[in-house]
């Protein structure tokens, strides 16, 4: 193990009289950029100035900034179905009309308020909830379709774009079938195909990827090595896994030709949040077959490895970096009461494939002593802006917000959420998800969890204040 300091210039200390958040994040910010190769490599030099209290009350953004609601829970869609409930992860393509096509999760179980309802065809499990919708937005941001696009899928959480454009859905479960009303096994991966429905008939689950509480994914383009996270919040520790598929020039159903899965063994280091310092790596990062990918018996993160795995506590953000050709990955929180050994607010890690090193670039640190509900806590969805820095979704507990970073390493709120915040007893109930822009990078998309909403939102995204 060995550690460096972070660079003074680009330290990611949020100054909470001069950004208004109450966090304080340390690493290296050009790191991150390379997750991108055409953002450049730093975020604005401020923000984009106070929020404006929205007259509505749904959204508060900087001034200059516009959102438009393209779908809400409840709605009646032209197929006379209610659109479901509990908006989460998704993903935005280009549409070949100028417009986007979005693929968004529904993280459902069978007490939603709205189940995914599904025609047969496209129905994998009729005793589950869960699934996905398509939305297809013209270029002025007007919504011209919405159609279900997976249904009987289980608490689809997040998920990952592939480099053949489709969008790869995560059930965040374990359940089997006779649980909770399921007939079939869940926890698996399915791909969604936003263009041609047709690929989208009879379910597939992608079961050599693993059955487990899976959360997102990310594909280097060069080798087809698809890097999974494990959200677990349950004991022991989820892993972080990597599929080498036999097919890895990838394209449209590749993955069904199944692969060997692997879970990350990182020597000295079983628990990944003993790790507080930005800059510290370790090297000789090896990955041990799983031995039983479909866990029939065992959890998967519970077997019997040829060698002890490295875990972390809520798993959840993956990405490919295009540039410096890592993986990274979000480890949203841990609390030493739920089985991690030491406490944080949120690590970003990057894993370098060629030098089998792991790092850890970016920590969000506790609040001070007696401060129980912090302004900004558990990054989740992390995306990069086209302007430069990074832009989180919050998770967390009171006001959520979407927040960016400057490029010193400032973090400024973008949007607050007014619909409704997180309580301690009802947490996600403010959870914002899903960023993501579109090609034109004129407009981001993303979605309220409960109540579902998706938003659009354009505005002088150039703009310097």
Sequence with gaps: MTASNPLSRRQFVARAAAAGVAVSVVGSVEALYTAQPALGTSGPKIGYGPLIEDPKGMLDLPRGFRYKVLSREGDVRKDGLKTPSRFDGMGTFPDRHGGNRLVRNHECSPTATIPVKAPAELTYDPGAAGGTSTLVVDRHNRTVKEFTSL??????????????RTWLTCEETELKAGE??????????????????????????????????????????????????????????????????????????????????QAMHVPDLPDLSVVQEAG???????????????????SVRAQDYAKPITGG???????????????????????????????????VWRYNPRRKTLRLEVIFTRPKPGSDDPEFDAPDNITMSPYGG???????????????????????KFARNRVNNGTPTEPEYGELAGAGFSADGRTMFFNVYTPGITYAITGPWRRRR
């Design 151 to 164: 249904g009987g899928s289980a608490i689809n959480c997040s998920g990952g774009i592939t480099p053949w």
């Design 180 to 261: 909770s009303g399921y007939t079939k096994d869940h926890g698996f991966i399915f791909e969604v195909d936003p263009y041609d429905g047709r690929r989208n008939l009879n379910p597939w689950p992608l079961m050599e990827m693993g059955r487990f509480q899976h959360e997102a994914v990310a594909i280097d383009p060069a080798t087809g090595i698809v890097y999974e996270t494990e959200d677990a919040f349950v004991a022991p520790l989820g892993g972080f896994y990597r599929f080498l598929p036999n097919r890895p020039r990838g394209g449209w159903a590749s993955l069904r030709a199944g692969g060997e899965l």
């Design 280 to 298: 510290t790596e370790f090297g000789g990062v090896q990955w041990v077959r799983v031995p039983d990918p479909l866990a029939g018996s065992e």
């Design 313 to 347: 506590y809520k798993l959840e953000g993956c990405w490919w970096g295009a540039l410096d050709r890592c993986v990274y990955f979000v480890s949203s929180f841990a609390r030493t009461e739920l089985g991690p050994k030491v406490d944080h607010d949120g690590q």
């Design 390 to 412: 990074l832009m989180m979704c919050e998770d967390g507990l009171g006001e959520q917000h979407i927040l960016g970073t400057t490029e010193d390493g400032e973090v400024f």
